[in-house]
């Protein structure tokens, strides 16, 4: 039996699909079948030249362009990546904010990533990229560009040993942070989570995860629903956590910025070695981990997606555990082998 290509109708023939935004934000779309991709590709090409080219009157830059994709979309995207994209425009355009998006082509492009990659991490390159390869997609959805972005760089994530953690604990007993790490070390339970909980949110050792606080294109902040539908979740707790947490009113009253600020100076005057606050939920799904506990289960706990992401996350964290294992039986193989 032939496989079925992609694109393939039960008939045989091949349906292709193109949409454009006009210059009031409308998405127009169309459906293009022939019996072979080559005369649908035809079909889609002429339809895109005839009604996306210049659907927007007059010259649009490129910061224009994203601005306007921002506008069109607010609606729909959380207010830190509202944020995020503003800082884009604003600051991170140079040498093609002000260059009329019909004119850009794949050189243009590609020479302006090159004078990005020099300045910026890869990560953060693909960022900027990927915001305004989605405002050309808006705004002249015939352009394909061909771009080599720069290759990703796995992150070198510090996990917190069982010392570091117990040695930040004494640092932040009877303070206002001491529940914000609890919190993130054996929740584990993220900035955002954490900030807008109260006593209401905790029935027994269950603690009910389902909003969070993030910061606004204003510059302050507002809580929303979890990040992700997986993020809502029930922590059960253990007693030692719950024996410090506030029997009324707010869990923990600081807001994500005011944790990482506060938490930055205890690691300091703790003498670690610096690390992150969201370190610690690489310390808890570790430890997790290293208790054989299932990746599912740590998942979930964890409101992790999928175990996909889990592990493109903390793939590093795990090795590093595998490395003190290794190291202990090592150890222990040196021993009996009397080579101490």
Known sequence: MAKKKRNQLPSGNIRLRASYYDADGTRHQKNFTAPTKAEAEEMRDTWMKEHAAGSYAGDMTARNAVNRYIQLKRGVLSPSTVRGYITIAEHQMDG?????????????????????????SAKTVRNIYALVAAALDMFRPEFRPRVTLPQKVRPQLYCPSDDDVRRLLDEVQGKPLEVAVLLAAFGPLRRGEISPLTAADLHGNILTVNKSMVADPDGGYVVKSAKTTDSNRAVELPQFVVDKLPKTGELCPMNPNMITMSFQRAVKRAGLPHFRFHDLRHYSASMMHALGIPDKYIQSRGGWASNSVLRSVYTNVIDMEQRRQDAVFLAHAEELTGNK
Do not use: E, G, T
């Open 96 to 120: 093609i904010a002000d260059i009329d998006i019909n004119k850009f082509n794949s050189r243009i492009l590609q020479a302006w990533v090159s004078d990005l990659s020099a300045a910026y």
